[in-house]
């Protein structure tokens, strides 16, 4: 029996220590979007299917905090279909999400189910920028809008759309609501390296 009460000390370990279930089912994701056919346009809209359910909720309605978590797992299965995490290996590359905003219209309730929506919408020379809607399928009704800037390491979108497609792909336009929100990230990131003098020291 003693073996038993050290598996049981240390799954309780491992349990307090690390979110276990985000890892076990970020490698469900994963594993699911392997199986599932390729998505070849790399820009089109991937839908994710989801619940609200009692761990997800505080007030009877889905905790803000949740949003995030379900656009993480969505953006997993987007990156394996349309290919993005294969041209990131091959090219050495790795990516960070660099930030987020979300909109939130109307509260998801338990038991209701969504839709999740994600698309990349366009990119920089440095950054992807991507679009998530959680869309009720209740009454159709966009309940948040996520946008996510995505930054690429050691590579750029540039390189990773070629990889892919084999060709020079044109950049589409910002839509102005994103072009705003990434004037808002520039305006931000100035008054941040102000403050703590680094524009002084790159001069």
């Known amino acids: 029996m003693w073996w038993l009460l050290w598996v049981l000390v240390a799954l309780l370990t491992l349990f307090s220590c690390l979110d276990v279930w985000y890892f076990l089912r970020a490698a469900a994701v994963l594993a699911r979007a392997w199986f599932q056919t390729p998505v070849w346009d ?15 909720i505080d007030m009877c309605h889905m905790n803000n905090a949740r949003y995030l978590r379900e656009c993480d797992f969505a953006r ?12 990131l290996r091959a090219l050495g590359a790795s990516m ?58 050691r590579g750029s979108p540039d390189k990773i759309m070629q990889h892919l497609c084999k060709r020079k792909v044109e ?33």
Not at 184 to 194: H, N, T, V
């Open 42 to 56: 790399v820009t089109a809209e991937q839908v994710v299917a989801g619940r609200v359910l009692p761990r997800d």
């Open 76 to 87: 997993f299965s987007l990156y394996m279909r349309n290919g993005v995490f294969k041209a």
């Open 96 to 153: 960070v999400v660099g930030a987020t905003t979300v909109r939130y219209r109307r509260a998801l309730c338990i038991g209701e189910g969504f839709e999740l929506r994600s698309r990349i919408v366009t990119w920089d020379e440095k950054s992807f920028f991507l679009e998530q809607r959680f869309v009720s399928t209740k009454d159709g009704l966009v309940c948040a809008v996520m946008y996510c800037r995505q930054n690429i390491i």
């Open 171 to 203: 950049c589409p336009e910002f839509p102005e609501d994103l072009q705003h929100w990434v004037n808002f990230i520039s305006a931000s990131s100035q008054a941040l390296r102000a403050e703590g003098g680094l524009e002084d020291k790159n001069k």
